[in-house]
């Protein structure tokens, strides 16, 4: 079992620049592949950004590249989201999610588990 806590969301300008945090329990989170999604008012849950347990190769959503980058720190259980170079089109619920296996997915069905979300706001 994983527990997800995220942190760090609020209220931003366009241009500026939040650093989400995902804090995890579990003891096997090193090897788990994981992710942020975002979810605004009236929309599917979109994804955002992956990451594998070695932090290599991190994947990301077109609309976001280069303006976000995950990481994570297995000692610390913790994966982040930089984002910078905000747009009010980022205003939504951001989630982090883990999938208990290697293999990357956009796919919001396919990871295990989730938490309760951190809200971004930005305002024009």
């Known amino acids: 079992q994983v527990q997800l806590v995220e942190s760090g969301g609020g209220l931003v300008q366009t241009g500026g620049s939040l650093r989400l945090s995902c804090a995890a329990s579990?003891?096997?989170?090193?090897?788990?592949?994981m992710g942020w999604f975002r979810q605004a008012p009236g929309k599917e849950r979109e994804f955002v950004a992956a990451?594998?347990?070695?932090?290599?190769?991190?994947y990301y959503a077109d609309s976001v590249k280069g303006r976000f980058a995950i990481s994570r720190d297995n000692a610390k259980r913790t994966v982040y989201l930089q984002m910078n170079s905000l747009k009010p089109e980022d205003t939504a619920v951001y989630y982090c999610?883990?999938?208990?296996?290697?293999?990357?997915?956009?796919?919001?069905?396919?990871?295990?588990?989730w938490g309760q979300g951190t809200q971004v706001t930005v305002s024009s």
């Open positions: 999610a883990a999938k208990g296996d290697s293999y990357y997915t956009t796919v919001s069905g396919e990871y295990d588990y």
């Open positions: 990451i594998r347990w070695n932090g290599n190769s991190p």
């Open positions: 579990g003891r096997t989170f090193s090897t788990y592949v």
